[in-house]
């Protein structure tokens, strides 16, 4: 059961500190999607990957926030330093070229409280 | 104004009764339509997708579409306590990977 994986899957940190997530997508996908989720912003995306290369990262504030493709099993999204209005949920999703919602495929989800 | 707009609810509806949720969106050339089911604490899953004007029905779930209205909306049938979530609507444009969501119906079935 091919499944997006996400670690960690809850992560409390202090002001100031560096946050770290990482997704695995589905082994085959080479399009990848970060979004973050809040009760009053609701979903929006962060930024997405093909082939490892970032295609649009405008919805990331850049001064904090930095996402990298290591290699095509691993995606990365770092906050530095954190701050408490990051907080919210983060999804990873991955699908194939030229996927659309129909085959977007999301993780778990990592829950972030900065304190 | 935002780009997908959805009625927060919370939408209550009685088991066994139809559930109406409605999403209208901004850009004119957005042309492929997706409803996500949200359980609480979980990751979005998509339930429907639409691409023409007219209805699509898969079970109990019904989508519509009318895009000279801006309009897309799901029906389901026969409701059950296991449909209470949040359903999101999301919008792109033809080969464009990017989904733009709504904020979501939070919809509770009341047994």
């Known amino acids: 059961d091919a499944r997006v994986t996400q670690t960690p899957r809850h992560k409390v940190t202090e002001m100031g500190q560096e946050v770290t997530m990482r997704c695995q997508p589905i082994?085959?996908?080479?399009?990848v999607f970060w979004y973050r989720q809040t009760m009053m912003q609701g979903l929006e995306l962060l930024a997405y990957f093909r082939n490892r290369a970032p295609l649009d990262d405008s919805g990331m504030p850049k001064d904090r926030f930095s996402a990298e493709m290591p290699d095509a099993t691993l995606a990365t999204l770092k906050i530095q330093p954190s701050e408490p209005r990051d907080s919210a949920v983060y999804f990873c999703?991955?699908?194939?070229?030229?996927?659309?919602?129909?085959?977007?495929?999301f993780g778990p989800g990592t829950r972030l409280l900065v304190l | 104004q935002k780009e997908v707009e959805q009625n927060s609810g919370p939408l209550s509806v009685p088991e066994g009764a139809i559930a109406s949720l409605n999403c209208t969106y901004s850009?004119?050339?957005?042309?492929?339509f997706f409803w996500y089911r949200q359980y609480s604490g979980k990751s979005p899953e998509l339930i429907m997708s639409?691409?023409?004007?007219g209805d699509k029905e898969d079970g109990r779930f019904t989508a519509q579409l009318n895009k000279a209205s801006q309009y897309v909306s799901l029906l389901i049938r026969d409701s059950q306590p296991s449909d209470s979530a949040t359903y999101l609507c999301?919008?792109?444009?033809?080969?464009?990977?990017?989904?733009?969501f709504g904020t979501g119906t939070r919809l509770t079935i009341i047994p």
């Open positions: 999301a919008v792109n444009n033809f080969g464009n990977e990017k989904l733009t």
């Open positions: 082994l085959g996908h080479n399009t």
């Open positions: 999703a991955s699908g194939l070229p030229g996927t659309s919602g129909e085959t977007q495929y």
């Open positions: 639409i691409y023409s004007n």
């Open positions: 850009d004119r050339v957005s042309q492929s």
